[in-house]
């Protein structure tokens, strides 16, 4: 069991296999897309299988793959099963945007995937278009439709923010009510690849929790998984639930399980810190399994209490021209 000075314990890697997306949501980077990194510096699926055997060994027992958009990288699947078989890891979860999702998700359920996060900031053409820089509505709904059809847990990830998707809030939050998914309202961080300066938060958690009250009075807390990062609501006669990320807010730390890999590497304690291990230069200089222990170790010791000391110990403040595509949310 791996347990980081703050006495958490700490079982749940987030993996960007790919820094490369086929959207451009404007949230995550510029237009113009940004510089991806040169193919070697991205992490080999050999490297990230090794990586994860030495981290489950010591306790790490949830993965999940993200990027970038990760079924850009040739031969997921083929990684996914890999995956299923290294023991310790008990549950691979997948964070997509959904375009080019929907015909592998027959495969997926033979992975036994315990849940997909589906990205989807609007139910508008126009507004997924504005948002995203694409006309990939259709292909998106087609993965969610065939998640539900296939009995794979989806949540839906819905960045809420002010002139561009508020419209949304109640369209999305409406699906709970025939479907049995989660719909989760995510605040805006700054990690936008310079695209913009990151505006103040008009639309925090308490902001979309008043729109949805309004619409719906009877709507009530309901349980947190442990570890949670999103605030749970059910809506009465509704078959899925709602969740309130309150990721700039900020106010999950305390019970923070997770470390993140961004895809050349970079081991992050905190999504709001820098990068404290430079795991792909240690294996690529044969570090052997005990000693790529002793530095997670002595990086799992010194994690920042929240993701306020983490910002604040960073070298370059926030906003940072970091994408979030390079991290992987
Ligand atoms: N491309 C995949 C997708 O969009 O689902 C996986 C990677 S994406 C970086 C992971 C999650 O991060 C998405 O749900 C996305 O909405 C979220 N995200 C990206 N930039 C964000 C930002 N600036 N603020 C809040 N959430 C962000
Ligand atoms: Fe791509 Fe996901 Fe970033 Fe959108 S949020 S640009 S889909 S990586």
């Known amino acids: 069991m791996i347990v980081d000075n703050h ?5 749940y890697v987030r993996l960007a296999v790919t820094d490369r997306c086929n959207l451009r949501c404007f949230y995550c980077m510029p ?28 306790g790490i027992r949830k993965v999940r793959i993200t990027g970038g958009e990760p079924f850009l990288r040739k031969d997921l699947l083929a990684f996914l099963w890999r995956i ?3 023991p310790g890891i008990e549950e691979i979860h997948i964070t997509t945007n959904g375009v080019l999702t929907a015909p ?7 992975l036994g995937i315990k849940s ?3 990205s989807l900031d609007s139910l508008d053409r126009e507004r997924f278009f504005k948002i995203t820089r694409r006309d990939e509505l259709d292909r998106v709904m087609a993965t969610f439709y065939a998640l539900l059809q296939h009995d794979i847990p989806v949540k839906i990830n819905a960045v809420v923010m002010e002139g561009q998707n508020t419209e949304d ?3 999305l939050a409406q699906l709970t009510e025939k479907y049995p998914v989660s719909v989760r309202f995510i605040e805006e961080m700054p990690f936008n690849g310079g695209a913009n300066n990151h505006p103040s938060l008009t639309w925090n958690y308490l902001r979309i929790l008043d729109e949805l009250q309004e619409i719906y009075p009877g709507i009530t807390k309901a349980a947190n998984a442990p570890n949670a990062t999103a605030e749970h609501f059910s809506i009465p006669g509704h078959v899925g639930n709602i969740g309130i990320i309150a990721a700039y807010t900020r106010t999950f730390c305390g ?3 997770r470390i993140r890999v961004t895809a050349q590497g970079g081991l992050k304690t905190c999504l709001y810190g820098d990068d404290v291990l430079n795991i792909r230069d ?5 570090t052997s399994d005990d000693s790529l222990k002793a530095a997670f170790l002595q990086a799992f010791g010194n994690r920042a209490k929240d993701g306020f000391e983490a910002e604040d110990h960073r070298r370059f403040l926030l906003p940072v021209f970091q994408s979030m595509s390079t991290i992987g949310g």
């Open 255 to 257: 019970t923070c399980n």
């Open 31 to 58: 237009e113009e897309g940004i510089d991806y990194l040169p193919k070697k510096q991205l992490l080999t699926y050999e490297e990230m299988e090794r990586m994860l055997q030495v981290l489950a060994g010591m």
């Open 169 to 171: 809030i109640i369209p």
């Open 104 to 110: 592998l998700i027959p495969e997926l359920k033979k």
């Open 116 to 118: 997909v996060n589906l």
């Open 282 to 286: 240690l294996l690529r200089a044969d």
């Open 84 to 86: 299923k078989a290294i």
């Open 7 to 11: 006495g958490r314990v700490l079982d």
